[in-house]
C-alpha cells in the first residue's frame, strides 16, 4: 500500500489521460477520491481539466481542500492541477472573479499575456528547467505539450519557464509540493520521464534533496 | 518557441481507418491503434480522428477505441463524429479524447459551442469547418454533414462569417477543412487560409490538399496556421513525418523534432 501512487479524483472529466501515463509506467498507481487512501499513498496526483472554479468546488464537494493542505508526501499538480496549488486563480467559468485555491505554493494565476499570438497557448513548446529533482536528465529546449490561456507568472517558486508572449511558469514548486502547467501525460517519451522522476520521488529522498540545495 | 504541429487526420469509418478522395469511395487503410501508435512514433505532434459517418447517419461513434488509443499514445488526440450533446462531450473526454471536434451539429445549432466551453473548457472545444469555393458568388461557403456525399448540403454560412461566430460563442481552435481541394494532392489553398488566419484569434490548423513536403512549408510561411493536417500522404508512405519535420526544420520552421 505504501508504494501507491494516488490520482486524486477530482470528479472532472479525463482524468484517464493522467492514469494511463502513469499505467504505461507503474502497476501501482489508482484513482481514489479516499481520504485514508490519499493520505496513505506514497505521492499524490492533483490533475485537473476544466476551470478553476468548478474544480475548486469539486475538491470542496468532496471535503478535500483541507485534506490535500495537509500532505506531506510529494503531491504533483497537472495543468489546471498546478493553478489549483496557487494562493487565487482569475480564471471560473470564462469569469474574470477571483477563484481561491488551495494556497499551496504563494503564486496567483492570471490571463496569459500572448502578445496578440494565438489563445489557447495549445502545442509543443521548450521549456527551461531548473534542478529541481523532476526535471533530472530534462534538457533545456525540451519540447512538452501545452494547453493553456491562464498562467502562473515567473516567481522564486518557478522551477521551470516557458515563453509564450511572456515568460510564464512552466513549473513551481515549494516544498513536497510541485506544480507543471504542461501534459507531461501527452508530452511522449520527455513527458515520461518527467513522471519517471515524479516516480522516483518519496517523503524521505525529497526532503533529502531539496535540504541538500538548501545547503 | 512555440512548435508548428504536424498532424496526421485518422477517418474513421467502422472501427477502421479509411481514406476517400473527394470525401468518397473510402478505401480502407487499416486499423486505428496501431496506426496511431505508429505516427506518434514517428513524431505526429497530435492526431485527430474523424468518424466520417457518424453525423450523416446519425448514430455516435464506437468509444471504445477511444480508450484503447488513450491508454496506447502519449500524444494529444481530438476525436470528432456526431457529438451533439455534452453527455456525448463527456463520454469521449472521460475515456481519454483530449479534445472533441464538432461540425455539422453545431451549424444545426450553434449554441452547442457554448455550452460545451462552459462545461468542459474551451481548450478542447474544436470547430471543424468544411469550406468550398462557390464560384457563382466568389465567396467561401461552409458545408454540413460533408461525411456522406447523399447527406451534404451547403449551408446559409460565408465561411468567414462561420470563423466568426464559433469563435464569439467559444471555440479553442478551429480546423478550416477545404473541400475542393481534399485528396487532390495539390496544396493547401494559401489565400483561403490566410484570409481565415487574419480574423482567427485562436489556433488555426490547415486541412486539405497537402501532396508535398512544400506543401506544409508554405502553409506555415505563407499561410502562419498553428498546425497542418493530412491524411493519404501519410496513410500511403507518400510523406514520412520524420523526413518532413527534418526538411520543415532545415527551412527555419520551429518543429519538434
Keep these: 500500500m505504501s508504494q501507491t501512487t494516488v490520482i486524486i479524483d477530482t470528479g472532472c472529466a479525463n482524468l484517464s489521460s493522467v492514469r494511463y501515463a ?180 518519496d517523503t524521505a529522498s525529497l526532503n533529502a534533496i531539496l535540504q541538500e540545495t538548501m545547503r | 518557441m512555440l512548435a508548428k504541429r504536424i498532424v496526421p487526420c485518422l477517418d474513421v469509418k467502422d472501427g477502421k481507418v479509411v481514406k476517400g478522395v473527394q470525401f468518397r469511395n473510402h478505401e480502407i487503410v487499416g486499423d486505428i491503434v496501431p496506426l496511431a501508435a505508429r505516427y506518434a512514433e514517428e513524431g505526429a505532434d497530435e492526431l485527430v480522428f474523424y468518424d466520417i459517418t457518424a453525423s450523416a447517419h446519425d448514430r455516435v461513434i464506437d468509444k471504445s477505441w477511444v480508450s484503447r488509443v488513450a491508454e496506447r499514445i502519449d500524444i494529444p488526440f481530438c476525436v470528432a463524429g456526431g457529438i451533439k450533446t455534452l453527455a456525448q462531450a463527456r463520454e469521449k473526454l472521460a475515456f481519454g479524447a483530449d479534445k472533441i471536434s464538432i461540425n455539422s451539429p453545431a451549424l444545426s445549432d450553434p449554441s452547442l459551442i457554448k455550452r460545451l466551453q462552459d462545461e468542459f473548457g474551451r481548450q478542447c472545444i474544436v470547430i471543424g469547418i468544411d469550406s468550398y469555393y462557390d464560384e457563382l458568388s466568389d465567396s467561401y461557403k461552409v458545408k454540413q454533414f460533408t461525411g456522406d456525399e447523399s447527406a451534404t448540403k451547403d449551408t446559409q454560412w460565408f465561411t468567414q462569417d462561420w470563423v466568426e461566430e464559433v469563435q464569439k460563442q467559444g471555440c479553442g481552435e478551429i480546423v478550416l477543412n477545404v473541400m475542393n481541394q481534399d485528396g487532390v494532392r495539390q496544396g493547401y489553398d494559401l489565400k483561403q487560409l490566410s484570409i481565415v488566419r487574419a480574423i482567427c484569434d485562436v489556433p488555426l490548423i490547415a486541412s486539405g490538399g497537402a501532396g508535398t513536403m512544400a506543401h506544409f512549408k508554405d502553409v506555415f510561411e505563407t499561410a502562419k496556421v498553428d498546425a497542418a493536417l493530412a491524411a493519404s500522404v501519410f496513410h500511403k508512405g507518400i510523406i514520412d513525418i520524420n523526413a518532413l519535420k527534418a526538411y520543415l526544420a532545415k527551412h527555419s520552421i520551429t518543429i519538434r523534432c
Design chain 1, 22 to 201: 502513469f499505467e504505461r509506467l507503474t502497476d501501482d498507481v489508482i484513482v481514489s477520491d479516499d481520504h485514508q487512501v490519499i493520505k496513505a499513498a506514497q505521492r499524490v496526483v492533483l490533475p485537473g481539466v476544466g476551470t478553476a472554479g468548478a474544480a475548486m468546488a469539486s475538491l470542496r464537494d468532496k471535503q478535500l481542500v483541507e485534506l490535500i493542505q495537509g500532505l506531506k508526501q510529494p503531491v504533483l499538480g497537472v495543468c489546471l492541477g498546478m493553478q489549483m496549488m496557487g494562493t487565487l486563480s482569475k480564471e471560473q467559468g470564462g469569469k474574470l472573479i477571483d477563484c481561491e485555491c488551495l494556497g499551496l505554493i504563494p503564486t496567483n494565476t492570471t490571463e496569459l499575456d500572448s502578445q496578440g499570438q494565438p489563445l489557447p497557448h495549445m502545442g509543443w513548446n521548450q521549456i527551461e528547467p531548473s534542478a529541481h529533482p523532476l526535471f533530472n536528465g530534462i534538457e533545456a529546449g525540451s519540447y512538452l505539450y501545452f494547453v493553456h490561456s491562464y498562467r502562473a507568472p515567473v516567481s522564486e517558486y518557478t522551477i521551470a519557464k516557458c515563453q509564450y508572449g511572456e515568460t510564464f511558469s512552466a513549473a513551481i514548486a515549494k516544498d513536497n509540493f510541485m506544480g507543471v502547467q504542461f501534459h507531461p501525460e501527452k508530452s511522449a517519451a520527455v513527458g515520461a520521464a518527467i513522471l519517471r522522476n515524479f516516480l522516483a520521488l
